[in-house]
């Protein structure tokens, strides 16, 4: 089954029109998206810097991950509520554009793995015990987020 | 005025039309420099927060200094010379665009609150390292820094938008003098 009806049905809603035939809505949306996207890195980069080693060593993992994470949740939902209309006013182009995919295949799956395998790992002490299990996890989150960040660019190009 | 011959001059070198027409170096370029703006951005933003109390409380100030600021000062470089980069491939068009003009004053007011800070309210940190709040003089530099650096994220992002571009006239007056662009009379 093909998505491209959803696509489609996206791209006729009233929002995605809305967005589409103003001329500030878009850019003043995505300065808000952009920002959002800042806000998570600020917070994903503190908690994977500090698993690498190379960050806030003297803060136990476990305390660093809940003091920004209001800051995570905050961010990914600006990127969310920002995200969304965006991606109305464009669905089509986005349909066919190959960056979309990139970075929509990225945010799921650094989604799923920020909040079950890295978050369980770091509850359950696994990467005071194993630094390199800590590392590991921080290099998969950083380069899923690189990812979501490309793609995101890349999206504008196409 | 005295800039517009240099920058017309430096339009003109091969090396800026090379990058201007080369799809993949300019896009290239500008994805450096949105990831690196992250790296920067997303650390600024959470010394900020923690300067103003609002996270972290646990960490001592100058620990997330002494860690994470070379972060952002590797951060800021790559985005300065991305950036500049980016500029010269298009020297002219962004020098009278308003946006680009409004992210540089803010940037150099941005500059000016971290030297600020730097030379008479971080030196002080001793006293207030462990504070979960810190005193006034730090929560107003971490504002005023979330605030301003936000304004040259946003006015960055919107110099892709020609709408008051100098070859889009009528234009108002203002608009043309902030641009210092002086549109032919018979158009």
Redesign the interface.
Known sequence: MSLLPFFQWCYQSGLGVTIRTS?WAF?VI??FH??G??????????VN?RLLG??????PVA??SA??K??LIGGVTLMFISGIPLFLSESIKCYYSFAFWVKMTSLFLVLLFTFTVQRQAIKAGLTSNRPLLGRLTALISLGL??GV??G???IG?S | MLFLPFFEQLADTPWSVGLHESEIAYSVIESIHVWSLCLFFGLAVMFDLRLLGWTMRKVPVSEFSHRLLPWTVAGFVILVISGTLLFYAIPLRSYQNIFFRSKMILLLLAGLNVWIFHSRVYPGVTKWDLDAVPPRAARVAGALSLALWIGVVVSGRMIAYNWFDCDRQPQPAIINFLTSCEPAEDH
């Open positions: 001329t850019p995505e300065a952009l920002l996207f800042g806000l998570t890195a600020g917070a994903v980069l503190v810097l190379v960050g806030l060593s003297r803060q305390q660093l003091a920004v209001p800051w987020w690189s960040a490309w995101g660019r890349w190009f």
